[in-house]
């Protein structure tokens, strides 16, 4: 199940983040995966400040956003690191690694997210994939908009042909850590909110007990 979000960054913040990307160094994206040989991008060099800077404008606005906080249930975030794509860059199918080791400890990573910062008529291809069984969805996203799904999924960045892409990726450890269960508390929430007052009191009293015990007990 995927979450599409429009408008996680606001135009400030979104001219913040382009700002301090002009002024970055970009290297190779293998530096934090050598061993993925499917991988062909530059990513910023997190242990510049300004990187720093940017992931924490784009960690808070991921954090504040309430459409993510209902699907997701975010417990931890990775901080947001930019990469770009430059024509003849891609990167091939693959599964995101199980844990990211982070200065606090190692991070889960139950949810994976692409936050889009370039202009998508600006370069050509460069979508991200996600593969279904023998299906393929594509999402290439507005500025500000930010794709969510589970990081088990199999994905790619498909190769840009033109221009350059310009994204923002992280990873989440949700508080719920099974992605069925995520998926049914998100049902849930959608279905109290939605049609809530619809039902009587008594009925809505007891919904809400339902997804509250659930979340209570699906826990990690």
């Known amino acids: 199940m995927f979450l ?26 293998r530096q934090s995966n050598p061993h993925n040989l499917a991988k062909k991008n530059l990513q910023a060099d997190p242990g ?6 940017a992931g924490q404008i784009a960690g808070t606005a991921i954090m504040r956003n309430e459409e993510i906080k209902n699907f997701a249930f975010p417990k931890r975030l990775a901080t947001p690191l930019l990469s770009r794509y430059e024509p003849g860059m891609n990167y091939g199918a693959h599964a995101d690694a199980p844990f990211l080791q982070l200065p606090n400890g190692p991070l889960r990573s139950d949810v994976s997210a692409t936050l889009f910062i370039g202009d998508p008529s600006t370069y050509e291809g460069g979508e991200l994939v996600v593969h279904l069984g023998n299906e393929r969805h594509s999402f290439k996203g507005e500025p500000g908009a930010m794709i969510v799904y589970p990081s088990t ?3 790619e960045v498909a190769p840009v042909t033109s221009g350059h892409r310009l994204a923002m990726f992280t990873f989440m450890e949700s508080a719920i850590p099974d992605q069925m269960h995520r998926e049914l508390l998100y049902t849930l929430n959608e279905v109290s909110a939605l049609e809530g007052f619809n039902i009587s009191w008594e009925n809505r009293t007891r919904l809400q007990f339902v997804i509250a015990n659930l979340h209570r007990m699906w826990a990690g």
């Open 48 to 53: 510049q400040p300004e990187s720093q800077r």
């Open 153 to 155: 999924t199999l994905h």
């Open 4 to 29: 599409f979000v429009k408008n996680v960054l606001n135009a400030a913040e979104l001219d913040q983040i382009r700002q301090i990307a002009r002024g970055l160094r970009f290297v190779d994206g």
